[in-house]
């Protein structure tokens, strides 16, 4: 993050933390994970306990050139040259350093808190106010009880406006963020459901959010929606906005929708006022109406206000990952450009190790604050620091300071029409491609000539989802059981590598594929965690053997395969994977072969067994209870004597999804993940416990017919209209994965968040839904499933399970993978 500068003397003294210095430094930098370390000589590592021990990578921040550690204990590892400052709370710490820093600055605060929109209200009001102010705020969605400090460090002498939102999740998280932001003007957004669970009801979490504002002297907010806390509205003034009651400050009586674009007028101050907005759905148009509310707190002109509203451009705090030509990876970030979402975009460039080459396109970027020269300054040493190999330059400012881009292959354009007519002599191939400009550079159409093309269908992965549900897993392990994510069949149909490498970043212990073939990809595209493999063909040991990946033995076939294929190679204790058959009968040792095996096992330096493990058949089913704790006991009979024979302890390891948190008792030393991490688990309601559903499948209407009652449709006429009315045809057949079972009303699809059931048979790349009572038009989106429509939904419709569901979409749709 953008820098202020302390000596790690008086830091020592802010925090009040513990032990010599031993080393004079300059802290700029805060760091709070070992994986994205800039400028490490001015760094300082809090080591934090989150869901993994900050402690536990102190060593790899070291090795990346910390040397200032803030440390909750002593440490073992003796790092020579390194200030260990000691403190009781390293969290607390971090937010002592940062309250310290904002009580230095007089500025203007604005502290955004509510259910939704808090980063769209923060960049729209950003985008309104740049031109007078000099505005610092949260890098992306930055909102969080560490994302708060570090978001608070980049005040520096020169902003005279800050605008900061600030997220929590339960009680008791507010006023931490609050004595950071300090905010003299409140906003709250937009009262929703997200994060209810963390509360034990509405009003909790109202008045928890309310406590940004305290020592705020006004407070912005929708009057419809908090009618019920009138008595507990926390600053001494407010400002409402309201489109029901008169009695707002701001009251939006009219609302049309002229030439796409929204037009609204309402009441202030006795007068009539009016804006006009360039979007049209709810949420936009609740938050632009948030925003007109403020610059009329700010003493803006109504004219002016309408004028600035009009040019309000989306905001995407979204990196997109794709295939691009010549085997390229496109991410695409072609909507903000600022320093501190610069520096994101770089850390998860970095994270891809699919291509070797990793190259930047980068307009000029604007950001108030920094003279251009120090601006460029920063921003090719961040280029440098991340090593990219190759740089594209495009617009006047960054050409002008092209000397300090310290790299060999460099490139610059006036404009982004030069560099789309030169595209070609810059022969991309092969490499990990970050596009990233400023919105007036339009950078989507470089996106757009260096993706594959698509036709009209594809998958979008929702790679924040993901975590999420693989944290909601971690978080109901026992402490040390470890994480094995099973990403068989292009983990579940939604991609190799691309979800292997986010797992990998994530630090989960094993990956486990089904066949030798799907782990030699990942350890092709740079995957390193151990890799187990399910159902290995002895034809290819000699593959699994070279690529490092550790094979399920399940009988005493393959055993024998395997142990004359190491004594042929001269291979002693590698890595395997006993299974036993506990009821399943698909692999595995079964309960009379137990004794034969350890036999076996007793001198066999051939291998070394990594884990013991077996499988549940119906750990979701309460009716098959009684069996899973059959099978568990069968498995621990088993497990006992193979350790007794061989003398050494493997990891135990049975539970599947459903079994982590129906079955916790059987979490033995590690627990296999596979469902639950794309949100589905057939032991809950995932609306109930958190969970994201991580995939949405898409495609696009090519034509509408208008079709007279009985007329019909598609192959072998089964589909037919009741009424006059109009289908329309869309881009997606069983080919697609869309399977026929869904044809003939069966599947239902939504259009402009309306269902609507297919008519006829589904063809191999197409099929045809009803229209008839939605207003659609050629091009329009289709959505096949979503969060809302759901993947278990369409299992139940034809009579399956998700897992087929996903499974099923062909290699042919394409995916793109999301990162917010
Ligand atoms: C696929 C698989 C899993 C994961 O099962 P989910 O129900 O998707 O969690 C676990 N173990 C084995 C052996 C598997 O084949």
């Not at 204990?73 to 020579?80: A, I, T, V």
């Not at 990793?358 to 020269?373: A, F, P």
């Not at 030069?418 to 595209?423: Q, S």
């Not at 002599?425 to 594959?452: H, M, N, P, V, W």
Request: charge should be neutral.
């Amino acid at each position: 993050m953008l820098s202020s500068l302390y000596s790690i003397k008086e830091v020592r003294q802010i925090i009040n933390g513990q032990g010599p210095i031993v080393r004079e430094a300059t802290v700029s930098v805060l760091l709070t994970d070992s994986r994205r370390v800039i400028n490490p000589a001015e760094g300082l590592f809090f080591a934090l306990r989150g869901r993994r021990d900050g402690h536990d990578f102190i060593r790899e921040a070291y090795n990346a050139g910390v040397r200032s550690f803030v440390v909750e204990h002593e440490q073992d590892d003796r790092l020579s040259g390194a200030n260990f400052l000691k403190v009781e709370d390293a969290l607390q710490a971090l937010h002592t350093l940062a309250a310290y820093h904002r009580k230095r600055f007089d500025l203007q605060v604005i502290g955004i808190t509510g259910s939704n929109g808090k980063t769209i209200v923060k960049e729209w009001l950003y985008q309104l106010l740049a031109a007078d102010k000099n505005i610092v705020r949260n890098p992306k969605s930055y909102n969080s009880q560490v994302g708060v400090p570090l978001s608070v460090w980049q005040i520096t002498k020169d902003n005279d406006l800050g605008i900061f939102e600030a997220g929590i999740s339960t009680v008791g998280e507010m006023d931490a963020l609050e004595n950071m932001i300090k905010p003299s003007i409140g906003i709250f957004t937009h009262l929703g459901t997200a994060h209810d669970e963390g509360f034990a009801n509405r009003r909790e979490k109202v008045l928890e959010k309310f406590k940004l504002f305290k020592h705020a002297g006004l407070m912005i907010y929708n009057y419809d929606q908090l009618l019920d806390y009138k008595k507990d509205l926390p600053t001494p003034k407010q400002f409402t906005w309201s489109r029901k009651s008169r009695e707002a400050d701001l009251y939006v009586f009219s609302e049309t929708v002229i030439a796409k674009k929204y037009y609204m007028r309402a009441r202030y101050q006795g007068k009539e006022i009016e804006a006009l907005i360039p979007f049209l759905d709810e949420a936009s148009v609740e938050n632009a109406i948030t925003c007109w509310a403020t610059m009329l707190v700010l003493g803006y002109e109504a004219a002016e206000i309408d004028k600035r509203l009009e040019h309000l451009s989306a905001v995407s705090m979204r990196l997109e990952l794709k295939n691009g030509i010549n085997d390229c990876t496109i991410i695409d970030d072609s909507y903000n450009s600022d320093i501190n979402s610069l520096e994101i975009a770089l850390n998860y460039l970095n994270q891809q190790k699919q291509h070797q080459t990793k190259t930047l396109i980068l307009s000029d970027i604007y950001q108030s604050g920094l003279k251009q020269e120090d601006l460029y300054r920063q921003v090719a040493d961040m280029v440098k620091d991340k090593k990219i190999d190759k740089f594209i330059g495009v617009g006047e400012a960054i050409s002008k300071y092209q000397d300090y881009f310290d790299i060999l292959k460099k490139h610059f354009y006036p404009d982004t029409q030069t560099l789309l007519k030169r595209l070609s002599d810059l022969e991309f191939s092969g490499e990990t491609i970050l596009i990233k400009g400023s919105r007036s550079f339009e950078f989507e159409r470089i996106s757009r000539a260096l993706s594959q093309k698509a036709h009209g269908t594809q998958m979008e992965v929702n790679l924040n989802a993901m975590i999420n549900n693989l944290n909601f897993y971690r978080s109901k392990l026992y402490p040390n059981v470890k994480m094995m994510v099973m990403v068989k069949a292009s983990s579940y149909g939604s991609g190799t590598f691309e979800i292997a490498n986010v797992l990998q970043y994530a630090k989960v212990d094993y990956l486990a594929v089904a066949y030798i073939d799907e782990g030699v990809a990942l350890r092709e595209s740079g995957i390193t965690l151990p890799i187990m493999v399910l159902n290995p063909e002895a034809a290819a040991f000699d593959k699994m053997v070279e690529h490092n990946l550790e094979p399920e033995i399940y009988s005493f076939n393959m055993l024998d395969d395997f142990v004359r294929f190491a004594y042929q190679q001269d291979i002693s204790h590698y890595p395997v994977h006993l299974k036993i058959d506990t009821g399943m009968h698909r692999l595995g040792f079964e309960d009379h072969e137990i004794d034969t095996l350890c036999d076996f096992l007793e001198d066999i330096r051939y291998i070394r067994v990594k884990s013991v493990f077996s499988h549940l058949v119906a750990s979701d089913a309460p009716e098959h209870d009684a069996f899973t704790l059959k099978q568990m006991k069968r498995y621990e009979k088993a497990y006992l004597k193979i350790e007794q024979a061989l003398g050494y302890k493997f990891i135990r390891h049975i539970c599947n999804t459903s079994a982590i948190i129906r079955w916790p008792m059987a979490q033995y030393d590690m627990v296999r993940l596979g469902i639950g991490l794309y949100g589905v688990d057939a032991a809950m309601p995932s609306h109930l416990n958190g969970l994201q559903q991580v995939a949405t499948l898409k495609t696009s209407i090519s034509q509408i017919k208008r079709l007279p009652a009985g007329e019909t449709i598609g192959y072998s006429r089964l589909g037919k209209l009741n009424k006059d009315g109009k289908i329309a045809t869309v881009r997606i057949g069983y080919a697609d994965g869309y399977l026929r079972a869904f044809g003939n009303g069966v599947g239902k699809m939504l259009v402009k968040n309306t269902l609507v059931p297919t008519v006829g048979n589904i063809a191999m790349d197409m099929c045809m839904i009803d229209v008839s009572d939605v207003d659609v038009k050629e091009g329009d989106e289709v959505i096949v499933f979503n969060e809302k429509h759901g993947i278990d939904v369409l299992a139940k419709q034809i009579g399956t399970i998700p897992y087929e569901i996903l499974t099923n979409i062909s290699q042919r749709v394409k995916r793109v993978y999301f990162y917010e």
